[in-house]
């Protein structure tokens, strides 16, 4: 069942169709709102929230933009809201140099490939919101610049920085601790000659 | 490491899916709770409509009557208009009798049966 179909048979009452367009887009909305907010403990209810908007809502799609782009909107906007009802206001403005400074330091011995991995992932995290959203949108769900901006009202120009700069963030990390294990290992030869 | 590995790796990490997940039956969640909206929101419509219903009736009464006999009508009226302050307590006793068995005894049942 296509996307149209799919929304004729929700406006018609159809409580299949629509759970069966919760199911499809569960995980976009579910992506989208986690790397927003991070908390699993009210995950849930904020997903809830978007798919009763969506319900509610539906009747006013006018079919401008791909279903999973209004849908991601509607994702983003109530995950924001809820990251500003937190207070979180400090992480709206990203400053890159603080940024540097919150991305933590690596736990491991060694450098292997799926240290590393998880430490990066880890990093994404501690990103700040915007640039999360931007990676999340763009990378894990392969959305096009005009379509994030239409998800998050960002500039397009906006939406380039954020994601140059979020990755440029990761890479130095990334490279600093490389570089300091690889100073460690060096110093462990050294000492054990 | 070199930096086309580091590029490549951050690459594939950002294409992971995040951690966070939900119930297996969010689904099933979802649809129950649009249900339970739509039945509130068709109480009230409901509660609303009798209320009206109602009121048209008792003025449609009203207007029988003083059309039958004025002065009974009047009568009554004079007895509202005397004790204006009992009449409308027991007016809003009874409507709110009547907003609570067509709709927030249904709203109190339903929030009980979802916890």
């Avoid at chain 1, 009452?13 to 009210?42: C, E, P, S, W």
């Avoid at chain 1, 240290?115 to 894990?140: A, K, M, N, S, W």
């Amino acid at each position: 069942m296509n996307d149209i179909e799919l929304i004729d048979q929700v406006l018609k009452g159809n409580m299949n169709a629509f759970t069966f367009l919760v199911n499809r887009y569960q995980k976009l909305v579910v992506h989208i709102v986690g790397r927003l907010i991070q908390r699993q403990d009210v995950l849930e209810d904020v997903c809830q929230d978007v798919f009763l908007k969506v319900y509610q809502h539906l009747g006013k799609y006018r079919h401008e933009s791909k279903l999973s782009t209004w849908i991601a909107a509607i994702a983003y906007n109530t995950g924001i809201n809820y990251v500003r009802k937190l207070g979180n206001e400090r992480e709206m403005e990203p400053d890159d140099a603080s940024v540097l400074q919150n991305l933590a330091d690596f736990k491991g011995d060694s450098y292997e490939r799926e240290d590393l991995h998880r430490y990066v992932r880890e990093q994404i995290e501690l990103l700040p919101v915007h640039y999360r959203t931007v990676l999340t949108l763009f990378h894990l769900e392969e959305f096009s610049y005009q379509e994030i901006e239409q998800i998050t009202g960002m500039p397009e120009g906006t939406v380039k920085s954020y994601l140059f700069r979020a990755k440029a963030l990761l890479k130095e990390q990334l490279k600093r601790i490389v570089d300091a294990n690889s100073l460690k290992e060096v110093k462990e030869i050294v000492h054990e000659n | 490491m070199k930096t086309e590995k580091l590029d490549q790796l951050i690459a594939d990490s950002l294409c992971e899916e995040p951690a966070f997940s939900l119930p297996a039956d969010f689904a099933q969640k979802i649809v129950s709770a649009v249900a339970r909206r739509q039945q509130w929101k068709a109480d009230l419509r409901e509660y609303f409509f009798l209320t009206a219903v109602v009121a048209l009736l008792v003025t449609a009464v009203a207007g029988f009557y003083y059309w039958m006999d004025p002065e009974l009508v009047l009568l009554v009226w004079r007895f509202i208009s005397g004790n204006m302050i009992q009449v409308v307590s027991v007016v809003f006793v009874l409507n709110f009798i009547f907003l609570a068995d067509r709709v927030l005894l249904r709203l109190l049942f339903n929030r009980w049966s979802k916890i």
